[in-house]
């Protein structure tokens, strides 16, 4: 698009230089201006537009348009503008960017905003919920997204030999998986609809299935996926017929894993869903994360230090020499974070740990160790208040005291 200086070297018609409409150009009509007539017979001596002019000779868009134009370099000569920068100027970037968006448009994630919702709720390993977000996104290396990416590869299926590759047809098309996932009597599997994306397939499915039924779906998809590697590397088709059996093998032991783990929390602690997150301290304190190991003869300690927008601003990780009890380390832990909010002038601060002993020796003042009886000085040594509260794999504010 032509932005427009002085308008000696621009057409009125024919040329780009209008911000309006797909081609930015105005065809010629009959009015008072010359098929060949510039731009600058548009301007008066003051380089300012001749409104009643273009009003007299363009509709009431297009003299709009022209008066939005910038004023300012109206002494200088016309010249070639990039849109697709703020500057104006070209840029390789720019243009592979428009290119790519032309040639492969997103997909409409408001459409299928349950589908990515459903998926990291899935009560299922972290790297499979990875390789199931990875499958809706096309971004899994199968032939044909490799053949997308100018590699020279065959985008057939190297297991049936029949159809090209593609994410559908890998993990539920596939003529050898026929069998498979009729024996996991999973609606939907016997649709054999190739022209359907992964994307809305998965969204359809996950309409008709239980929450076990979606997660299992994406443990047996996940192996059959591993599956297909190995016979990729190996040259080997391995056998499906005890896959469904570890599958739910697997997800029998997950879930009684969890429930196990809600029983003793409600048992012994109950909290609810608002307790399970992270919590921000006020606007006038820091908060203090801290926490300690002692693992093949080696202690260690950290602490994160965050503000009330859940900012991270300072990260300590220590390496303590020899060996001491984890209640002294828990509480070296501690010390370290709220001497780390000193240097930082901040004496208002909020600790959480997920030592329960060290909280509670605190707490009633029975500090019987050494770092322990430090924490109980602190408050002397220049904190307006320390707020200790005890955690437990995220289960926040369970104690709380000032210490």
């Known amino acids: 698009m032509l932005r427009i200086g002085n308008g000696q070297n621009t057409r009125v018609f024919n040329e780009p ?13 009959l009015c008072n201006l010359d098929d060949n007539a510039n731009v600058s017979c548009l301007l008066d001596e003051t380089r300012r537009w001749r409104a009643d002019l273009i009003r007299q000779s363009f509709t009431e868009d297009e003299a709009k348009a022209i008066f939005s134009l910038p004023h300012r370099g109206r002494n200088q000569d016309d010249r070639w503008m990039w849109l697709l920068t703020p500057n104006g100027c070209f840029t390789v970037k720019s243009a592979y960017h428009a290119l790519h968006s032309k040639n492969h448009p997103p997909p409409n994630v408001n459409a299928h905003g349950k589908v990515w919702k459903s998926i990291w709720k899935l009560n299922i390993p972290p790297s499979t919920k990875v390789f199931l977000w990875r499958t809706v996104k096309t971004t899994l290396p199968t032939c044909t997204t490799l053949a997308k990416r100018a590699l020279d590869v065959d985008k057939k299926c190297f297991i049936c030999n029949i159809e090209e590759e593609s994410c559908m047809h890998t993990l539920v098309g596939c003529e050898s998986l026929n069998k498979f996932w009729q024996l996991t009597n999973l609606m939907g599997m016997n649709l054999g609809q190739e022209e359907l994306s992964f994307l809305d397939w998965l969204d359809d499915a996950f309409t008709k299935w239980s929450p076990k039924e979606a997660e299992t779906f994406a443990l047996a998809a996940h192996r059959v996926w591993f599956r297909r590697n190995q016979a990729r590397i190996d040259g080997k088709v391995e056998t499906l017929d005890h896959v469904w059996d570890g599958v739910l093998n697997m997800w029998q032991s997950m879930n009684t894993k969890a429930l196990n783990n809600s029983s003793d929390h409600s048992s012994s602690d109950p909290v609810s869903d608002s307790q399970v997150r992270w919590q921000p301290p006020d606007w006038r304190n820091l908060k203090i994360n801290v926490d300690a190991s002692r693992r093949d003869g080696e202690c260690r300690l950290g602490c994160v230090i965050r503000n009330y927008i859940g900012r991270c601003l300072v990260v300590l990780i220590k390496r303590v020499e020899g ?76 104690h709380s005291l000032v210490a």
């Open 323 to 398: 060996m001491a009890p984890i209640d002294h380390l828990e509480a070296l832990a501690i010390l370290e974070g709220m001497k780390l909010s000193q240097t930082m002038t901040c004496t208002s601060v909020i600790v959480e740990s997920d030592a329960r002993r060290v909280i509670n020796l605190v707490k009633t003042g029975n500090t019987d160790a050494t770092y322990l009886g430090l924490l109980r000085a602190a408050n002397k040594s220049g904190f307006d208040g320390v707020l200790v509260f005890w955690d437990e794999w995220l289960v926040y504010f369970q």
């Open 17 to 29: 230089w209008i911000p309006d409409g797909d081609s930015f150009t105005l065809l010629p009509r």
